[in-house]
């Protein structure tokens, strides 16, 4: 089966509210994670990564949790906008495996209500 | 500066036809990774190469194969198409550095018909 899983396929939250979205991993190798936004036709973009000495990053108006003893990990948006409408996937990695492959879960759909 | 490109956007193939897919990393990007997405799922690891060496490679058939050039662009080729290789086919490139985040491309749809 896919090690990496998202416990919400859809979401929906009014604009203004936050969002957070959620991610189960079941290989404890890995140490590298990746949250990206897929708008439709587009390939995915990055939106933050974190490392397994982390538990938490920040960036422009998105903060990513890791919880190692659980493997989970959550991507929440501040203020979400029309713009944060998107597919969300959650990818990992394993470093030191002698390449690079990201697993994807199957994705989150977040809807923005205006 | 250009991100990743990928050429063709759109592709329509027939049952047992050849294809190939071709990838333009990043300015300075040494890796480059192949991924296959279906339609309402998460993209799979198809292949990654580092400095024109294969470093990795998914649970795909023999059937698709792909190499990298010695300007670190990229081609996928998949023989014998079937139905169900049909999806978007996307390129990713990095750095080459562990742990770096991989910037993807738009994407290629590839139609089996």
């Known amino acids: 089966g896919e090690s990496v899983g998202l416990h919400l396929p859809t979401l929906s939250v009014q604009e203004g509210d936050n969002s957070i979205i959620n991610c189960a991993y079941s290989n404890s190798a890995s140490d590298y994670f990746i949250w990206y936004k897929q708008e439709s036709g587009k390939g995915p973009q990055f939106i933050i990564d974190i490392r397994s000495n982390m538990d938490k990053r920040q960036g422009q108006r998105v903060t990513v949790l890791l919880n190692k003893t659980v493997k989970h990990l959550s991507l929440q948006i501040a203020a979400t906008q029309p713009g944060d409408s998107a597919v969300y996937f959650c990818?990992?990695?394993?470093?030191?495996?002698?390449?690079?492959?990201?697993?994807f879960g199957k994705g989150t759909k977040l809807s923005v209500i205006p | 500066d250009a991100g990743v490109t990928q050429s063709p956007t759109h592709l329509i193939k027939t049952r047992g036809q050849h294809v190939t897919l071709r990838c333009s990393p990043i300015s300075g990007h040494k890796s480059v990774s192949w991924y296959q997405q279906v339609l309402g799922q998460g993209p799979q690891f198809i292949f990654q190469y580092y400095e024109k060496e294969e470093r990795g490679r998914g649970n795909f058939p023999d059937r698709f194969s792909a190499r990298q050039f010695p300007n670190y662009s990229s081609e996928l080729n998949v023989n014998a198409l079937l139905l169900g290789d049909s999806a978007l086919y996307l390129c990713?490139?990095?750095?080459?550095?562990?742990?770096?985040?991989?910037?993807f491309g738009q994407g290629t749809r590839l139609t089996v018909v």
């Open positions: 990713a490139s990095r750095g080459g550095q562990e742990n770096t985040e991989a910037f």
């Open positions: 990818a990992e990695n394993i470093s030191g495996a002698g390449s690079y492959q990201l697993t």
